[in-house]
């Protein structure tokens, strides 16, 4: 039988492919044609956006609100940055967003690789109701615990701080990290864990000098997933941290509001900020972002 | 590690036994104490606080100066929440976006994995940018296509009119059925990546061979998908529907920023208008009602979803 990836690739081809081959040939022609297609249009219908976007921080409020609207600015300019930074304390946003979800990825890449272990190696009752209780508690919405956290947060002096969102953050996020980490402690021989204890190492030794440097994929897996989540949360920064001194991005961006109209320029040129260093962190993580998805998948 | 019936499967005798078992408790003794801090954060915010939801719900709640004031009620606040118009158009709301947007999601999202699941050029760079939508934050996006969608100076009337699509700009976020339709479009461009990057994921595992063996048989590029591809990605596929479909039930971020829930009430969901309930009105009840309402229903929903699912991966694996 002849190939019809050597005939495609021009081999010797000593005789012309049978009517068989050529439809397969061109079959396969046919699907790589659409699927750079559909590549390329994929691409520009996420990208459109973005750019849009990006190039209106650019322009001046004028040239925002003016028809026909102009593809690149006239002249670019960086007052919008100014302006976010400067007037409307963009920075501050940026900063809370930053001590809020890294503290948050930081406890939970600790509490959660702790408990995976446990989990996927230690005697315990009640794993598989354990686990699937924690598959249940994460898709419970927001909605459900706001009232009682606000009045337990207001109760305790809490609203407007770190730890309002920090702690909320650590809980909703731990049940992933810690499917996704059990799922990589499975993943390593058992016999790693008898060799270190043959050689008189006691647990935490066990865990932190042999077993968490393989697991190593699934704590940037879990980091990376809670660090987007927390970066990204709107429902409870808004309702704990409201104050502007506490305020993160996503409620920074939402209540931005200018005298007249909506500042777009000024929105923008924030969102900007915002968006390029965490896309840059995923892009850089990508493969723990795909291996985490990809876990899921395998698991069924 | 053996566990405590290993001992007896073994046939260990008494002294070697007991050694074996005591061991065994202490490490599940150090499991225990391993595991705490985790489950008590999580229990902390999402266990207790659910349960005391529920508490709030069936009482009168006053905000008064020294704080709040208690009075059971009962179902008082549940008659209340079923009684009122803008709890059923939220809930129609929220449930009918939730299906169209999962729906669209998942087609939009399977046609595109199909055709990227073939090795091209570029593939790589594709899943790259497949992941920007998920890290954008979502009011960011609301206030991109806020800007696209303006009445006035948005680019996406000045598109149309040229093209000569429609003759006069078009108020899309101001009009009833516009607005909603607005918004899924932009939900469905901010979420759809994302799926596609996971179905791409799912059918990467599918054996060549089957496909192999299937061409042999002579079957068509539909029955190939009908009996080898689609068989295989039901898990997948089903999996990321529930997560979806119960991701909705929160839905908004979105309606929040794009809409405010307008025109009028037409893109209120269930979760804005629970929201607006208790910290704009004050109505710490019935919101909190509305909430444990929504809940109810997510769980109904969750469990009824993995009976389906469990029997399919049933069938499947026979």
């Known amino acids: ?300 | 590690m053996a566990a405590s019936t290993d001992c007896l499967i073994k046939g260990m005798e008494g002294e070697t036994c007991m050694r074996v078992s005591k061991l065994d408790r202490q490490y599940a003794m150090a499991g225990y104490i391993m595991m705490a801090p985790a489950l008590l954060v999580i229990a902390l915010v999402t266990i207790f606080p659910i349960g005391y939801s529920i508490w709030m719900s069936l009482n009168t709640i006053q905000s008064t100066f020294t704080g709040f004031s208690f009075t059971f009620s009962g179902l008082t606040n549940y008659a209340i929440v079923f009684a009122n118009q803008q709890f059923w158009q939220a809930l129609e709301f929220t449930v009918f976006y939730a299906i169209v947007t999962v729906a669209v999601e998942l087609v939009l999202g399977l046609l595109v994995a199909l055709a990227l699941n073939q090795p091209i050029r570029g593939r790589g760079v594709a899943v790259a940018v497949m992941l920007i939508p998920w890290t954008l934050i979502t009011v960011i996006s609301a206030q991109m296509w806020a800007y696209i969608y303006n009445g006035i100076y948005g680019v996406l009337n000045y598109l149309l009119m040229q093209l000569h699509i429609i003759g006069a700009p078009v108020l899309w976020l101001g009009t009833a059925g516009l607005a909603t339709f607005a918004m899924m479009v932009a939900d469905i461009w901010k979420t759809t990546p994302f799926v596609t990057m996971i179905l791409l994921a799912g059918l990467q595992l599918i054996p060549e061979d089957l496909y192999e063996a299937a061409k042999i048989d002579g079957a068509s590029v539909w029955k190939r998908f009908w009996h080898v591809t689609f068989p295989l990605l039901r898990p997948s596929l089903g999996l990321a529907t529930l997560f979806r479909i119960l991701q909705a039930f929160g839905l908004f971020d979105l309606p929040f920023v794009l809409t405010g829930g307008g025109p009028g009430t037409s893109t209120t969901s269930i979760a804005m208008l629970a929201y607006r309930a208790i910290f704009n009105d004050g109505d710490y009840g019935p919101g909190t009602a509305v909430a444990v309402t929504t809940v109810g229903i997510v769980i109904i929903l969750a469990l009824a979803s993995l009976k389906a699912l469990r029997t399919q991966v049933g069938e499947v694996e026979s």
């Open chain 1, 1 to 300: 039988m002849s190939d019809p990836a050597a005939i495609l690739s021009g081999g010797k081809g000593r005789k012309p492919p049978s009517p068989r081959e050529s439809m397969s040939r061109r079959n396969v022609i046919v699907k790589k044609t659409i699927g750079y297609v559909v590549l390329v249009l994929m691409l520009l219908v996420i990208i459109a956006p973005f750019y849009w976007m990006v190039v209106t921080s650019f322009k001046g409020n004028l040239e925002i609100s003016n028809i026909p609207p102009t593809l690149f600015p006239h002249h670019p300019i960086l007052t919008q940055y100014e302006q976010a930074f400067g007037v409307y304390g963009f920075g501050v946003y940026f900063r809370n967003s930053i001590i809020v979800s890294v503290s948050a990825t930081i406890v939970v890449i600790l509490f959660a690789s702790l408990a995976s272990y446990a989990i996927a190696r230690l005697p315990i009752r009640g794993k598989a109701p354990l686990m699937v209780g924690l598959l249940a508690i994460s898709t419970f919405p927001q909605v459900a615990v706001i009232s009682p956290l606000f009045i337990l947060l207001e109760r305790l002096g809490w609203l407007n701080s770190y730890q309002a969102l920090i702690i909320p953050y650590v809980a909703f996020n731990l049940p992933f990290a810690i499917w996704v980490m059990r799922t990589y402690f499975v993943g390593i021989p058992k016999e790693l864990d008898e060799a270190a204890r043959v050689d008189g190492a006691n647990l935490f030794t066990t865990i932190f000098r042999v077993i968490l440097p393989l697991a190593t994929p699934g704590l940037f897996t879990g980091g990376v997933f809670t660090f987007v989540a927390c970066w990204t949360e709107f429902f409870f920064a808004l309702t704990f941290n409201n104050d502007t001194a506490f305020r993160t991005i996503p409620v920074g961006i939402a209540l931005f509001s200018g005298q007249f109209t909506i500042p777009y320029g000024t929105i923008f040129a924030g969102s900007t900020v915002a968006v390029a260093p965490i896309v840059i962190l995923v892009l850089i993580f990508q493969k723990w972002v795909v291996a985490g998805l990809t876990a899921g998948a395998v698991k069924g």
